[in-house]
Structure formats: structure tokens, C-alpha cells
């Protein structure tokens, strides 16, 4: 079977933004991701070396937020909801199978590497830069913050000025 | 008024309403095509837009939603998540992220959306994202001077830029629908074929129309609350507005009676207020009746809101812009504060009197100028400092 047309960008971003509206309404926050990465990331330090999370500043500020669980986080229900979401989404569009995508151009071992490393640089951009596309940039331009719309203009940007340098990996 | 988080929502609840809104936002990921690095990094290369067209179309309308929510009164802005400002962290933690983007070819909300219907790329990504993050975390020490760097508050775009909040959203609706033009000019040259799926059908001109009369209307129209400030300078306005007053008497009445239906608003300044205050005010500026603060106070149920300030002018004035932001009923006091201390708090006997009734109301008076000040002392060490509402923590 062939998996369903992709939903026009913009009847998709319109739906996007009325979602994030409704969003900022109801919650008076935005939408985010890499927040629930970082979630995890302290959860998972947290069961393999709790007195370790009592000593780094890091862990101890993050985990004095959330009452000692690092999981009761907004950005973790959202982002479960996400994974269900995209799962509905996938098996309406006839688009649920396990494969690895690349160019063909490059070899399997080269997209692993690019896309574990490609993953280490964005999860830690998103935490210097205090989110990532969706929390500082989405969310950032619909509330027009300053550090939102830079973020965004830096992320942008960014993958403009790297693009020309990678371009093997996708072209 | 909006946000519904924490008063109407609670914090709880909140987490089953973030659960539905991840759906949402994974749904409507998928279905634009988000879960394929493929397209993402279409952009990039300039054989693929649909990122740049969802995203802006999204940030758009919901910027010109949020800003015309503020516009009419229905979400306190000063309460919603605005990201901080970290001039160099946001800089240089974007740049990386935009290198990250085109190495992995996801971003932390794709790459979930993506691994959800089974891309494994998606999930090594996911994965190296957890090492970025432990990497920040274990040389926070390192990292924190420049993460704290720079630090501009919560501060927004058209403050920075000095223009005023309507013409940025304008701008930036402008700059999205050259973009939008302008890349599929870029996406057919690169493929060397017109997409059809992008003719400027219907839609889309309803769509970018819609977007430009709401941006050209908040350009244009004054803010609601410069605009009933502005009403109310106008003295032949407000004298001729229908709104209900308290008698001093009255007032000084229901006081010493303890009526627990009743809730003064004092708009004098603060400082005046922390001088001198009737028993059960409270202290909100013209501005902050506006507030989500004052909404809460204000809305309480079987209470009767008397709006005080020193003057009768001023007095009236509140109330008319209680009465306009919607709150049931609002009175006034007659003659304001000054006529209160005047008539009752520094009551002095008249020599002459009248008849009958005139006897009983100085009677009242006499006695309502000894208890009230003595309610007004004892009040003073009860003065409940103002609950402020926090702004919601946000951000990743």
C-alpha cells in the first residue's frame, strides 16, 4: 500500500499555530521538545548515580524544581502525547515501518554517525540556547521574545551557513 | 481572561492537558511531513521549503493570535511563559543547534515524531541528543558564565527594536509571505520543475488574506486598555456615563457593620494607600485593573465592588472601566475619599439642626468618626500584602 500525500505546509502550519495558541491560552507556556530530552537525561543519571545528581549543580537546580522527580514535567506528558500523536498520524497515512533513512549516496555507518552526532549538538545547543526549534523558536516568535526570534534567526542561520559543508550526507 | 492555568486549570490537570495537546502537536507533525530528515533538511538545500512554510505559517498565526488576544482584554500577557533573553547563549546555542540540524537532520521535536513511526535514524538521534545534554550538564560549570551571560530579562522583540508591538507583527506577516513566495520560486529552479501542489490556490489567498487584515487591524487599532484609558480622560464621558454611586454614609455604614458583601478598590498610588486605607480595600492602579490579578479579586462571587480613589472624578472613572472590562455592577463613592474623611472621619457637630433626619444622621456620623479610625488603626497591621501572580515557567 502507499502511504497517504503529505497534509499541505500551510493548511498544516495554520493548524500548528492555532494549536500553540491554544496552547499559550490555556497553559500560558508554549509548545516544546528538548525539554523532555533533558527530562529524561537527568532521570536516567538519577537512577544510575543518584549521589552524583546530588553534587552537580545542574541536577541539583533542576531537580529541586520538579520535587525530586525529574519526570512530573509539563514537557514530558506533552512529548508522550507527541510519540502517541505521530503514531495515529503514521498509521492513518499507511506510514508505520521500521526503516532507516538516508541518502543513498552514503553509507549506513556514515548516517549513524552523523545522526548520533547531529542528535549530541542539537540536545546540547537546545540547553545553552534554553530550548530548541519548538520551545525558543516557535514558541519564542509566537510570544515575540527577543531571545525566541534570536534563537530562531542563530538556529536558521546556522544550518544555512553548515548546509553547503554537508551537503553530501543528504544531496 | 487567559491563561487558565493555574485558576481554572490546575496543575494536575495541566499534565493530562499537555498529554492532548502532544498529540495534537505529533499529529499534525506527521501529517505536514516532519518525520522524514529528508524533507526537514529540504530548506537547506533548497529542493524541499515545507519546513520554512509550516513553521512560519505557524509562528505567524500564532503571534498575531496572542497578539490580538492581548488586544481585546482576553489573556494577561504579563503572566504568559516569555523566553528570557541570553543574548550570546541564545546565539551560539542556535548556531549549534543549525549545525546539528544539518548533520542529523532532525530537531528534538521531529526526531520524536519521526522515531514514533519507526525511523531509526530518528531514534540514534534521539539518543545522541541525550549525550548533549549530558554533556551540558556535567560541564555546567564550564558553560554557566556564558549561559548567564547577556542576560536582557523577559524582554520582546518590539521593545528591542523600538516600534511598537502592532507594526512588528505586521512586518513579520509581510516578511512570511515573501518568504513563502520566494522560496517557491528557489524550490522550482532546484528541482527544475513547478511543484503543483503550490499554485496560489484559493486557500492560500484566503488564508494570507485573513493574516494580513488581522495583522493590518492590530496595526491600526489601538489597544484596549489605551483605548478605554483614553475614553475615560474624556470628563463630559465619564460624567454622563450610567454607573451606580455609594453614599459616604453608606459606606461608612456598611463598614462599621462588618458587611462582608462588600470589597473596596482603592486606585489611589501605594504609598498613599500604605498611609491610610479603609478596612477590607485593596490596592490596584488604573492599569492593573486590566490584570488578571484585579480578575480574580474583582470576580468574586456575591460581592459588591466599591471603587474608591480621592477624588469623586477619579472614583467614578474606575468604575466606569470595571463596568467596561465586564465586572457585575461596580459603584463609586460619592465625592470620593476626601468627601469621606470630610463627612464622616473629621465629623464636626453643625451648630444648626434642621429637622429630624438631618439629627440622625449626624448622630450616625458622630459615632462612625470615632469607630472607623479606630477600624482604620486596627486594619492597618492587617493590610494583606497583594498575592502577585507569577509568571508561568516555560521554556525546555
Same mark, same amino acid.
Given at each position: 500500500m502507499n502511504s497517504t500525500k503529505y497534509m499541505n505546509p500551510y493548511l498544516a502550519g495554520f493548524f500548528l499555530g492555532l494549536l500553540l495558541l491554544g496552547t499559550i491560552y490555556i497553559t500560558g507556556r508554549g509548545l516544546g521538545a528538548s525539554g523532555a530530552i533533558k527530562s529524561g537525561t537527568v532521570a536516567v543519571v538519577q537512577s544510575i548515580a543518584s549521589s552524583h545528581t546530588e553534587q552537580s549543580k545542574f541536577y541539583e537546580e533542576y531537580l529541586a524544581e520538579h520535587q525530586n522527580n525529574p519526570l512530573k514535567n509539563w514537557l514530558v506528558f506533552e512529548v508522550i502525547g507527541v510519540i502517541i500523536g505521530a503514531f495515529i498520524s503514521g498509521l492513518i497515512s499507511n506510514r508505520l515501518k521500521f526503516t532507516f533513512e538516508r541518502s543513498p549516496k552514503i553509507q549506513v555507518r556514515t548516517r549513524v554517525a552523523a545522526a548520533l552526532f547531529g542528535g549530541l549538538l542539537f540536545g546540547f545547543g537546545a540547553q545553552l540556547g534554553r530550548g530548541c526549534t519548538s520551545g525558543a523558536a516557535l514558541s519564542g516568535m509566537a510570544v515575540l521574545s527577543t531571545g525566541g526570534i534570536i534563537t530562531m534567526m542563530a538556529i536558521f542561520g546556522g544550518a544555512y551557513m553548515f548546509a553547503y559543508f554537508f551537503r553530501k550526507l543528504w544531496l | 481572561m487567559g491563561p487558565l492555568v493555574p485558576d481554572i486549570i490546575g496543575n494536575e490537570l495541566n499534565f493530562v492537558v499537555a498529554l492532548f495537546i502532544g498529540i495534537a502537536f505529533g499529529f499534525i507533525l506527521e501529517q505536514a511531513g516532519f518525520s522524514t530528515s529528508q524533507k526537514l533538511v529540504g530548506l537547506f538545500y533548497g529542493y524541499d521549503f515545507t519546513v520554512l512554510r509550516v513553521f512560519f505559517t505557524a509562528g505567524v498565526t500564532a503571534m498575531l493570535g496572542v497578539v490580538a488576544l492581548g488586544h481585546f482584554g482576553?489573556?494577561?500577557?504579563?503572566?504568559?511563559?516569555?523566553?528570557?533573553?541570553?543574548?550570546?547563549?541564545?546565539? +551560539?546555542? &542556535?548556531?549549534?543547534? %543549525?549545525?546539528?540540524?544539518?548533520?542529523? *537532520?532532525?530537531?528534538?521535536?521531529? @526526531?520524536?515524531?519521526? /522515531?514514533?513511526?519507526?525511523?531509526?535514524?530518528?531514534?540514534?538521534? +534521539?539518543? &545522541?541528543?541525550?549525550? %548533549?545534554?549530558?554533556?551540558?550538564?556535567? *560541564?555546567?560549570?564550564?558553560?554557566? @558564565?556564558?549561559?548567564? /551571560?547577556?542576560?536582557?530579562?523577559?524582554?520582546?522583540?518590539?521593545?528591542?527594536? &523600538?516600534?511598537?508591538? %502592532?507594526?512588528?507583527?505586521?512586518?513579520?506577516?509581510?516578511?512570511?509571505?515573501?518568504?513563502?513566495?520566494?522560496?517557491?520560486?528557489?524550490?522550482?529552479?532546484?528541482?527544475?520543475?513547478?511543484?503543483?501542489?503550490?499554485?496560489?490556490?484559493?486557500?492560500?489567498?484566503?488564508?494570507?488574506?485573513?493574516?494580513?487584515?488581522?495583522?493590518?487591524?492590530?496595526?491600526?487599532?489601538?489597544?484596549?486598555?489605551e483605548a478605554y484609558l483614553n475614553e475615560i480622560k474624556n470628563e463630559s464621558y465619564v460624567n454622563s456615563y450610567e454607573i451606580k454611586s455609594i453614599t459616604p454614609d453608606e459606606l461608612a455604614f456598611r463598614i462599621m457593620d462588618n458587611d462582608k458583601s462588600i470589597q473596596i478598590i482603592d486606585v489611589r498610588s501605594a504609598e498613599?494607600?500604605?498611609?491610610?486605607?479603609?478596612?477590607?480595600?485593596?490596592?490596584?492602579?488604573?492599569?492593573?485593573?486590566?490584570?488578571?490579578?484585579?480578575?480574580?479579586?474583582?470576580?468574586?462571587?456575591?460581592?459588591?465592588?466599591?471603587?474608591?480613589?480621592?477624588?469623586?472624578?477619579?472614583?467614578?472613572?474606575?468604575?466606569?472601566?470595571?463596568?467596561?472590562?465586564?465586572?457585575?455592577?461596580?459603584?463609586?463613592?460619592?465625592?470620593?475619599?476626601?468627601?469621606?474623611?470630610?463627612?464622616?472621619?473629621?465629623?464636626?457637630?453643625?451648630?444648626?439642626?434642621?429637622?429630624?433626619?438631618?439629627?440622625?444622621?449626624?448622630?450616625?456620623?458622630?459615632?462612625?468618626?470615632?469607630v472607623i479610625p479606630v477600624l482604620i488603626e486596627q486594619n492597618k497591621n492587617k493590610i494583606i500584602p497583594k498575592k502577585e501572580s507569577k509568571r508561568i515557567i516555560g521554556g525546555c
Open positions: - | 482576553l489573556i494577561d500577557i504579563n503572566l504568559i511563559y516569555i523566553n528570557p533573553t541570553f543574548l550570546w547563549s541564545a546565539l +551560539i546555542g &542556535g548556531f549549534i543547534m %543549525g549545525l546539528g540540524f544539518v548533520v542529523g *537532520g532532525f530537531c528534538p521535536g521531529t @526526531s520524536v515524531c519521526a /522515531a514514533a513511526i519507526g525511523k531509526i535514524d530518528a531514534m540514534i538521534f +534521539i539518543l &545522541g541528543s541525550f549525550f %548533549g545534554v549530558l554533556i551540558f550538564a556535567e *560541564g555546567y560549570p564550564i558553560f554557566e @558564565s556564558l549561559y548567564k /551571560a547577556e542576560n536582557w530579562g523577559y524582554v520582546r522583540i518590539f521593545d528591542t527594536l &523600538g516600534m511598537s508591538q %502592532g507594526l512588528f507583527a505586521f512586518l513579520l506577516t509581510a516578511v512570511a509571505v515573501l518568504a513563502f513566495w520566494a522560496t517557491t520560486i528557489v524550490e522550482n529552479k532546484v528541482n527544475g520543475k513547478p511543484n503543483m501542489e503550490f499554485r496560489p490556490v484559493k486557500m492560500y489567498v484566503g488564508l494570507t488574506g485573513l493574516a494580513f487584515i488581522i495583522g493590518l487591524s492590530a496595526f491600526f487599532l489601538p489597544d484596549i486598555s498613599e494607600f500604605k498611609k491610610m486605607s479603609l478596612p477590607k480595600s485593596l490596592s490596584f492602579s488604573m492599569n492593573e485593573l486590566f490584570n488578571k490579578s484585579a480578575e480574580r479579586v474583582i470576580t468574586v462571587k456575591h460581592k459588591r465592588n466599591v471603587f474608591i480613589a480621592d477624588d469623586e472624578l477619579t472614583s467614578r472613572k474606575a468604575a466606569i472601566l470595571a463596568d467596561k472590562l465586564g465586572y457585575v455592577e461596580p459603584v463609586f463613592l460619592k465625592g470620593g475619599l476626601n468627601e469621606f474623611k470630610k463627612e464622616i472621619l473629621e465629623f464636626k457637630m453643625p451648630e444648626e439642626i434642621k429637622t429630624r433626619r438631618e439629627a440622625d444622621t449626624y448622630r450616625f456620623r458622630e459615632k462612625a468618626s470615632k
